[in-house]
């Protein structure tokens, strides 16, 4: 069975930095598989945040987060990141990664519906 479990979230003032990572378990060939990173604010849907392909692992992000944020991987450890600059208040959320459920590259990686998996999530809180 797939895991997946997030860290590195907390409290931090605004224009601060955080690296979230996401460790996944549970099948080989972890670099074959696109991973995305969303986030939840109270009250409010989840949303995407960014993506990152598998292959050549092409990345996308939010127009919210561009520029701040970056995804990255670590396939040799199973392992994916998101860095966070320049946080703002707007941020505030719990961040979850998720990661499908076949191989290979996704076109709608902007859509919670297609990921399979899902991490616990880990809170970030920026203060303004």
């Known amino acids: 069975q797939v895991r997946l479990v997030e860290s590195g979230g907390g409290l931090v003032q605004a224009g601060g930095s955080l690296t979230l990572s996401c460790v996944a378990s549970g099948r080989a060939f972890f670099a074959l598989y696109a991973m995305g990173w969303f986030r939840q604010a109270p009250g409010k849907e989840r949303e995407f945040v960014s993506a990152?392909?598998?292959?050549?692992?092409?990345?996308y992000y939010a127009d919210s987060v561009k520029g701040r944020f970056t995804i990255t991987r670590d396939n040799n450890m199973n392992t994916a990141y998101l860095r966070m600059n320049n946080l703002e208040p707007e941020d505030t959320a719990v961040y979850y990664c998720?990661?499908?459920?076949?191989?290979?590259?996704?076109?709608?990686?902007?859509?919670?519906?297609?990921?399979?998996?899902w991490g616990q999530g880990t809170q970030v809180t920026v203060s303004s």
């Open positions: 990152i392909q598998s292959g050549v692992s092409s990345t």
């Open positions: 998720a990661t499908t459920r076949f191989a290979n590259a996704i076109s709608n990686y902007y859509s919670a519906k297609e990921y399979d998996y």
